[in-house]
């Protein structure tokens, strides 16, 4: 069974920091997302990742992906109020065949920066 | 842009109703998803489909059923309502298959309330 955990779950974090959100996950696989949600909306993806070493930005975000150590991360740099959301990863475990399985998802960061 | 359309905003329903929910996505796409969002438990997948009349289970089928009649709509069906029951329901819809299969694209949310 994949298994997509996501630390730390809350964080409260002052303008102008810097932070990382960690992504760990248990099975092989080479496609990792990142998707914003804020409060009572949906699901607005970030980033792609497909491949080992895959680095992207978007502003204050950057996320990689390293599939040897089965691990991404989403970094924050120098954080302001309007990125104060939840943050999910999730995997796309792939199956020999083809097919889609569907995305295995961590419980989400709740990331608060406050002013 | 890709859109995926749920048909309700917000619902409430009796216990022991026959719920249905509907989606659809107007892009062609092959793969469509019903997740279930809970707080503190993340996005959980409950069913998806890969081809028109095709289904597969997700992780927690229990209590669901589908229906995909037509490539762009994927309705979820609850037989008999129920309490636990009651979370935001989540459509998503991809296109691809295997390596080549990323990118999906959520629905709005249905929020249901089970009395």
């Known amino acids: 069974e994949l298994k997509v955990e996501q630390n730390p779950l809350f964080l409260s974090m002052q303008e102008g920091k810097n932070y990382t959100i960690y992504c760990n996950y248990s099975?092989?696989?080479?496609?990792l997302y990142w998707y914003r949600q804020d409060p009572g909306k949906s699901l607005e993806s970030l980033f792609v990742l497909l491949s080992n070493g895959a680095v992207k930005q978007e502003g204050r975000l950057m996320a990689s992906l390293d599939t040897k150590a089965r691990l991404s991360t989403l970094h924050i740099t120098a954080a302001v109020h309007d990125l104060s959301a939840t943050y999910f990863c999730?995997?796309?475990?792939?199956?020999?065949?083809?097919?889609?399985?569907?995305?295995?998802f961590g419980k989400g960061t709740h990331l608060i920066i406050q002013p | 842009d890709v859109k995926v359309t749920q048909s309700s905003r917000y619902l409430v329903k009796r216990t022991g109703e026959k719920v249905f929910l509907e989606c659809v996505q107007d892009m062609d796409h092959e793969n469509m998803f019903w997740y279930r969002q809970d707080p503190g438990l993340g996005l959980r997948l409950i069913y998806f489909?890969?081809?028109?009349?095709?289904?597969e289970k997700g992780d927690i089928p229990e209590g669901y059923s589908v229906s995909r009649e037509k490539k762009e709509r994927f309705s979820l069906i609850l037989e008999s309502a129920s309490t636990n029951q009651t979370s935001m329901y989540l459509c998503?819809?991809?296109?691809?298959?295997?390596?080549?299969?990323?990118?999906?694209?959520f629905g709005s949310g249905t929020r249901l309330t089970v009395v």
């Open positions: 489909s890969y081809d028109v009349k095709m289904k």
């Open positions: 999730a995997v796309d475990p792939f199956r020999s065949g083809g097919g889609a399985d569907g995305l295995t």
């Open positions: 998503a819809s991809s296109t691809g298959t295997g390596t080549t299969n990323y990118g999906y694209t």
């Open positions: 099975t092989t696989s080479d496609r």
